[in-house]
Structures are given as structure tokens and as C-alpha cells.
């Protein structure tokens, strides 16, 4: 069982927005703003898409936005692209015992 | 632009050990703010972090795999290394490492993976 908890499929149609929801606990995601967010490709090795909550890196397109409130935060996409269906990870610092933990996935179809 | 390459064999008999080297290239692990980490994928399923070390060695580890993992470092290689002891069917997985931006304990390069199978 994951630490953090995903919901297993979410799905949506080109150009609408969706949001990915991650829920910890307050020992890890409410505890700090260290939240990260991967999207995988079959085959391929997961690629950051949000860090630090809320911050995208160089080259992450500006669609792909993130947020936290309390224990769980949020991965929304807006304006779905086909290119956008894969599988979608966080991931939360967890304090030193811990460490590192992340959630159980969610698969993104773009209908 | 920093690359990770993962290499060790692909198979190994239960109750050995796994043992998986990460050259990094672009970059130095010696250059400091960055951790580097392991992180493993069973079949069809999620990511697990199995640790990470800074280049000084100073390890963590995931404490559900802590008793049989041991991460190294070899700054003059450029590359770190797993070892997964008493393995079994349960640690067949595809194997990443990764590099850990250390503030923001976040991954910021990744390896394409390994598939390690555990089978006689």
C-alpha cells in the first residue's frame, strides 16, 4: 500500500482540464511544501512536471499547474491534449525517518 | 545536461544479491546540493524510493528495505551503486536511479531504467 493516495484513473476529453488529487498526511504532504510530480509514458522513465508544490520546471509546458491545501495536494491539467494520457506519480518528502514517499499512481486517458 | 545510465545483470537467482551500478555523465556527484537515488518499479505497478547518498556517503534509506539495501558511492567512477541482498520473486522490478535536488528533495534526472528479474 502506497503512503500517499491517488486516485487510480481519472479522464477527460481534449481541451477540458483536469485535477489529480494526492493525499497524505500531516507527517508528510502537510507537514511541507517538498511535493513533486512525475508524468510516465509506457515504457519510459518518469519526467518532473511540478516541484515544490507548485513550481514547473524549464521546459514543462504552463498548462500543467499545482497546489496543496492541508494534507493533499493537486495536479491540475488544463486544456488536455492527447499527448497528456499517462501515468501521474507524487511524491512528498516525509520527514528524516521516512524520507521520501510516493503515491500509488493515476492513469490519465484523454478520451 | 546530466545523464544517468543504470547497467548490472538482468537476472539473478533468489536469495543472492542484486547489485546495480549508475554512471553519471554531464556532471559531477561531487559538484554537492544533490543526492542520488534509487528508486524501483514492480510490473504494472507504482514507484518506490529505496534511498538515496550525497557524494560525502552519507546515506537514507527507505526503512521498509533497509535491513537488505546498501548504497555506495565512487566519486573518482562518477557512479553509485545498489545492493539488494537475500532477494526475491518480490524484488523483480525495473530499477531506476535518479538524481535528487537536495533542497527540494525532488528528481530532476533520471536513468531509462533496468528490468531485474529474480528467478533460478
Known amino acids: 500500500q502506497s503512503a500517499l493516495t491517488q486516485p487510480a484513473s481519472v479522464s477527460g476529453s481534449p481541451g477540458q482540464s483536469i485535477t489529480i488529487s494526492c493525499t497524505g498526511t500531516?507527517?508528510?504532504?502537510?507537514?511541507?511544501?517538498?511535493v513533486s510530480w512525475y508524468q510516465q509514458h509506457p515504457g519510459k522513465a518518469p519526467k518532473l512536471m511540478i516541484y515544490?508544490?507548485?513550481k514547473r520546471p524549464s521546459g514543462v509546458s504552463n498548462r500543467f499547474s499545482g497546489s496543496k491545501s492541508g494534507n493533499t495536494a493537486s495536479l491540475t491539467i488544463s486544456g488536455l491534449q492527447a499527448e497528456d494520457e499517462a501515468d501521474y506519480y507524487c511524491?512528498?518528502?516525509?520527514?528524516?525517518?521516512?524520507?521520501?514517499?510516493f503515491g500509488g499512481g493515476t492513469k490519465l486517458t484523454v478520451l | 545536461q546530466v545523464q544517468l545510465q543504470e547497467s548490472g545483470p538482468g537476472l539473478v537467482k533468489p536469495s543472492q544479491t542484486l547489485s546495480l551500478t549508475c554512471t553519471v555523465s554531464?556532471?559531477?556527484?561531487?559538484?554537492?546540493?544533490?543526492?542520488w537515488s534509487w528508486i524501483r518499479q514492480h510490473p504494472g505497478k507504482g514507484l518506490e524510493w529505496i534511498g538515496y547518498?550525497?557524494?560525502?556517503?552519507?546515506?537514507?534509506?527507505n526503512p521498509s528495505l533497509k535491513s537488505r539495501v546498501t548504497i555506495s558511492v565512487d566519486t573518482s567512477k562518477n557512479q553509485f551503486s545498489l545492493k539488494l541482498s537475500s532477494v526475491t520473486a518480490a524484488d523483480t522490478a525495473v530499477y531506476y536511479c535518479?538524481?535528487?535536488f537536495g533542497d527540494g528533495r525532488y528528481f530532476d534526472y533520471w536513468g531509462q531504467g533496468t528490468l531485474v528479474t529474480v528467478s533460478s
Open positions: 511524491c512528498s518528502y516525509a520527514g528524516s525517518s521516512t524520507m521520501l514517499v
Open positions: 500531516s507527517s508528510d504532504v502537510g507537514s511541507y511544501n517538498l
Open positions: 515544490e508544490v507548485s
Open positions: 554531464g556532471g559531477s556527484i561531487s559538484s554537492g546540493g544533490y543526492y
Open positions: 547518498i550525497y557524494y560525502s556517503g552519507s546515506t537514507y534509506y
Open positions: 535518479a538524481r535528487v
